[in-house]
């Protein structure tokens, strides 16, 4: 019987043969379209993949079967055939009674769970009122600036029954509070409450710039979000470490694959130093991720991110439960590569970074639809992405079988290439002692920045074409778009209301609980309980923020 070296030379040779024999006479003939083929990440791809590109992979080990350590074929043995995947529709504009009514469209339209963008200033930990919230209030999501938005926004939902997502980093500890109190005003069991906040401080300091506080005071306060869930709120994810608007930056897929699960890591090192333990508060971490163009790429990096984070957990934290080791995950499709021209062909973009989505095992997903690049999306826009993905689910066949590009030649060697690459950046990162001093260094910014600065070179000197922007440009556009316009009218509302609160409310109530929150920052104590106080009491979003700085203090990037 050949010896394993002998196979290995087989493979080899027989590659080497195709290419003499069947390949070189007619590339001789007809040369192939051009010298060199790069996907998204300006990665350079083979022309054919074999097992020769496999020989490093055992089978067994490193693919094996779905629901079995290292889930590089999905987390569960059933896949789509036991549940399908949530499809969780990124939505909110205007006021609170705008959003909530999308809410129940879409909800009607057999949406399976709602997601929550909020607008500008609430990222920013600001109110409607603020002079610095002037042109922002309700443009680019939802207006809240307290527990009374709050009310509105969820009026007629059942949050015991309903899963909700809140994109939410900064002021997230806050906004957990509004979210308890809502529903304790229902009637709802907090040990039944499921739904995830993004909570990811990190990426912001990464990539969306969008922040209030240094970055260790932030991750204590992501830390206490951690502990308080654990403990009271069981079922709900505290945390989407947020990989999307890091790729949104212009990171590659490695680097989006690198960074995120770095940050996971770092989160889970915080919570352990906090006095947790890894099988008890890991669980309940789950991930973001971005869905772009590369359609094998991005199918790879799933699945390599399963493979890494069940490794890291059980060979760096010593894990022993498999629901620690479970990677899950949501995905939104690539809003970057949406185009302003021909509009409407962003529906078959989006179509396709579905699809890699669902192929990569997702848990839940989210479609954008065609418009938003021009403007949040109208109710006819939304409705198209959400039948892009029952339709998808019900009529491709893509769900009746578990990871079905398991196997590919060439998908397991790029989930290998993933893997290694995504290790190598872990090393680097280390090397500085850990994300946190890694960011403060500056090393993923610039990363990301040579990164995005070399695609866009790439796109101008047409070596990637988006089509109706570089190529098959169009003098007249496919057809004229409707856009959702939001007028200033929204703030005019939000301030009606925040005024309302504010002189109804028992403003001696909310000093005594802003002042328990500065003094419970002051000691160092999980400062979930005085937020939730100051919530009921009808503190405002930046009320809390502020009386929080006096302590904290304020970020400021440095120039990298």
């Not at 205007?94 to 057999?110: C, I």
């Not at 889970?268 to 309940?284: A, K, L």
């Not at 610039?446 to 695609?455: D, G, L, M, N, V």
Request: aromatic share 10%; charged share 30%; net charge negative.
């Amino acid at each position: 019987m050949p010896n394993i070296k002998e196979k290995l030379s087989d493979k080899h040779s027989d590659k080497e043969r195709w290419e003499e024999e069947t390949l070189k006479p007619v590339t001789e003939k007809r040369p192939e379209r051009k010298e060199s083929f790069e996907g998204v990440s300006l990665e350079a791809v083979d022309r054919l993949y074999t097992e020769a590109d496999i020989d490093e992979i055992d089978p067994k080990a490193d693919i094996g079967f779905p629901g079995e350590y290292p889930y590089t074929r999905g987390i569960h043995p059933t896949g789509y055939r036991g549940k399908l995947w949530t499809m969780r529709q990124f939505a909110g504009f205007s006021s609170p009674e705008d959003t909530n009514r999308r809410f129940k469209y879409l909800m009607k339209q057999g949406q399976t769970g709602l997601s929550v963008a909020y607008d500008l200033p609430a990222l920013m930990g600001l109110d409607a009122d603020s002079p610095l919230s002037e042109g922002e209030v309700g443009k680019c999501g939802v207006a809240v600036s307290s527990l009374a938005d709050f009310e509105v926004l969820f009026d007629g939902i059942d949050l015991e029954e309903v899963t909700v997502s809140q994109t939410i980093n900064a002021p997230a500890w806050i906004f957990l509070a509004f979210y308890l109190v809502v529903a304790e005003k229902q009637g709802a069991d907090f040990r039944k409450i499921s739904g995830t906040l993004q909570n990811d401080i990190l990426k912001e300091y990464i990539a969306q710039k969008e922040w209030v506080y240094p970055i260790r005071p932030a991750m204590k306060l992501v830390i206490d979000t951690f502990e308080y869930c654990k403990d009271n709120v069981p079922r709900y994810n505290p945390i989407s470490v947020s990989g999307y608007h890091i790729r949104e930056a212009g990171a590659t897929a490695l680097q989006e694959l690198a960074f995120t699960l770095r940050d996971g890591v770092e989160y889970v090192q915080y919570g352990i130093d906090r006095g947790m333990d890894v099988d008890e508060f890991v669980p309940r971490l789950s991930f973001f991720f971005n869905a772009h163009n590369d359609f094998f790429e991005e199918i790879a990096k799933y699945r390599a991110a399963r493979i890494v984070w069940a490794k890291t957990m059980k060979e760096r934290f010593g894990a022993k439960s498999e629901r620690t080791m479970k990677l899950r995950f949501h995905t939104q499709t690539a809003g970057v590569s949406l185009t302003v021209q021909q509009p409407l062909i962003n529906i078959a973009r989006v179509a396709i970074q579905a699809l890699a989505g669902v192929l990569g095992g997702t848990q839940s997903l989210h479609t954008d639809a065609y418009d938003e690049a021009l403007a949040l999306p109208t109710d006819e826009a939304a409705l198209i992405a959400l039948r892009t993905q029952q339709i998808i689910a019900e009529e491709t066949g893509v769900a009746n079988t578990v990871d079905p590009l398991g196997g590919s030649y060439y998908l397991e060697s790029l989930t290998q290439k993933m893997v290694d690459g995504c290790l190598d950046y872990f090393d680097k990162i280390d090397g500085f002692g850990g994300m946190v001093e890694a960011i403060e260094a500056g090393f993923p910014q610039r990363e990301i920045q040579e990164s995005a600065y070399q695609y866009q070179k790439a796109v101008e000197r047409k070596e990637q074409t988006i089509v109706g922007v570089n190529k098959y440009v169009m003098e007249q556009e496919i057809s004229k778009t409707d856009i959702l316009k939001i007028d200033e009218s929204v703030r005019d509302h939000q301030l009606e209301r925040l005024d309302q609160t504010k002189s109804s409310r028992d403003n001696g109530a909310v000093e005594n609980a802003l002042e328990k929150l500065k003094q419970g920052a002051e000691a160092r104590i999980n400062l979930m309980p005085a937020t939730i106080e100051a919530v009921k009491a009808y503190a405002t979003i930046e009320e809390i923020c502020t009386a929080l700085r006096d302590v904290y203090g304020v970020y400021e990037e440095p120039a990298f």
